[in-house]
């Protein structure tokens, strides 16, 4: 078992920056992939960013992400960080921190564990 406590939301103007954290107790995340979704009001959950443990730790954006977000990992402090920089107000939502072993990290069913969620609201 894997438990997951997010934690670094809150609100910021758009163009401003956030780091949220994943902090996991339980187990080891050196051998999961990690991943990190959001879900806005009235939207299903998506994909934001993954980093998986094998290949040296392999990240994938999705598109939206790629440039302005970068996640992380620390197996020493079994962590995981998500930098989110040059946010916008589409990017406002509950931010979901997942962990799991599967070769397809872009997809809900492919996290066994998921921690309870974070707050990011971005004001124009």
């Known amino acids: 078992q894997v438990q997951l406590v997010e934690s670094g939301g809150g609100l910021v103007q758009a163009g401003g920056s956030l780091r949220l954290s994943c902090a996991a107790s339980?187990?080891?995340?050196?051998?999961?992939?990690m991943g990190w979704f959001r879900q806005a009001p009235g939207k299903e959950r998506e994909f934001v960013a993954a980093?998986?443990?094998?290949?040296?730790?392999?990240?994938y954006y999705s598109d939206s992400a790629k440039g302005r977000l970068t996640i992380s990992r620390d197996n020493a402090k079994n962590t995981v960080y998500l930098q989110m920089n040059s946010l916008k107000p589409e990017d406002t939502a509950v931010y979901y921190c997942?962990?799991?072993?599967?070769?397809?990290?872009?997809?809900?069913?492919?996290?066994?564990?998921w921690g309870q969620g974070t707050q990011v609201t971005v004001s124009s």
């Open positions: 980093i998986t443990w094998r290949y040296g730790g392999r990240t």
């Open positions: 339980g187990s080891t995340i050196s051998n999961y992939d």
């Open positions: 997942a962990a799991g072993r599967s070769y397809n990290v872009v997809t809900t069913t492919s996290y066994d564990y």
